[in-house]
C-alpha cells in the first residue's frame, strides 16, 4: 500500500531557531501534499495544501512566512517553522494525496517542541 | 479550518459490546467521508470510508453510515476491543480535495 515517511519523529529546538520537517512519498506520485498541526487532545487543523511545483495555499489564520511549505518534487514535500516559539510546540502531520482522488495517505507526524 | 475540535467527548463500553461514535459534518458539498483511528503519538490510521452516494458501507467488524440529510456519520464496531481504544476522527473531503476534520472522540474500552 501507498506509504509517506515523515521525519523527524521528534524534534526540540531553542526559540529562534528553525526547524525542517520532511515528508516523503516511498511508492506513488503524491501531486498534492496537505500539512496539518494538532494541538493536544484536539482535532487535527489543516495548515497548507501544497501541490507539486506550486506555491502552497495556506488556511486562514496560518502565516505563510513563518511556515514555509516547498513540494518540489512528487515524492517530497517539506514544512520549515522558523523562528520557532514555544506557542509552535506540536504535533505535525502531513498527508499525501496521489492520482487516486479519494487516496490519502498519512505520515507518522512529528512532535515539535520549542524550548 | 470549518470543524474545530476545543475537546474531546469520550465514550466507554465494555470489552465485547458495540461501539458507536457519531459525527456532525459541516458541508453539505462534501462527497466523500473518512473514518481514522489515532493513538497516542502516532499519525490517523485509516479505518473506513464512504462516499456521498451511498448510505452504508460494512467492513471487517466496522460499518459506517452516512446520512446526507442531517449530515450526519457514524462508526459502528462490533464486539468492541481492548485494542480499540484511541481516538476516532471522522474527515470530510471537499470539492478541492481538502481532508477536513471533525473534533474527535476518545474510545475507551474497559476490560
Known amino acids: 500500500g501507498a506509504v509517506v515517511s515523515q521525519h523527524p519523529s521528534r524534534v526540540i529546538c531553542k526559540s529562534g531557531t528553525s526547524v525542517k520537517i520532511e515528508c516523503r512519498s516511498l511508492d506513488f506520485q503524491a501531486t498534492t501534499m496537505f500539512w496539518y498541526r494538532q494541538f493536544p487532545k484536539q482535532s487535527l487543523m489543516l495548515m497548507a495544501t501544497s501541490n507539486e511545483g506550486s506555491k502552497a495555499t495556506y488556511e486562514q489564520g496560518v502565516e505563510k512566512d513563518k511556515f514555509l511549505i516547498n513540494h518540489a518534487s512528487l515524492t517530497l514535500s517539506t514544512l520549515t517553522v522558523t523562528s520557532a516559539h514555544p506557542e509552535d510546540s506540536s504535533f505535525y502531520i502531513c498527508?499525501?494525496?496521489?492520482?487516486?482522488?479519494?487516496?490519502?495517505?498519512f505520515g507518522s507526524g512529528t512532535r515539535l517542541t520549542v524550548v | 479550518g470549518e470543524s474545530v475540535g476545543l475537546h474531546l467527548p469520550t465514550l466507554s463500553v465494555q470489552e465485547g459490546d458495540n461501539s458507536i461514535i457519531n459525527c456532525a459534518y459541516s458541508n453539505s458539498a462534501s462527497d466523500y467521508f473518512i473514518w481514522y483511528k489515532q493513538e497516542s503519538g502516532k499519525g490517523p490510521q485509516f479505518i473506513i470510508d464512504i462516499r456521498s452516494n451511498m448510505d452504508k458501507r460494512q467492513g471487517q467488524r466496522v460499518t459506517v453510515l452516512l446520512n446526507k440529510t442531517v449530515k450526519h456519520l457514524s462508526l459502528q464496531i462490533a464486539a468492541t476491543q481492548p485494542g480499540d481504544s484511541a481516538v476516532y476522527f471522522c474527515a470530510e473531503k471537499d470539492s478541492s480535495y481538502k481532508l477536513i476534520f471533525g473534533s474527535g472522540t476518545r474510545l475507551l474500552v474497559r476490560p
Open positions: 498527508s499525501a494525496r496521489g492520482t487516486d482522488s479519494y487516496g490519502y495517505t
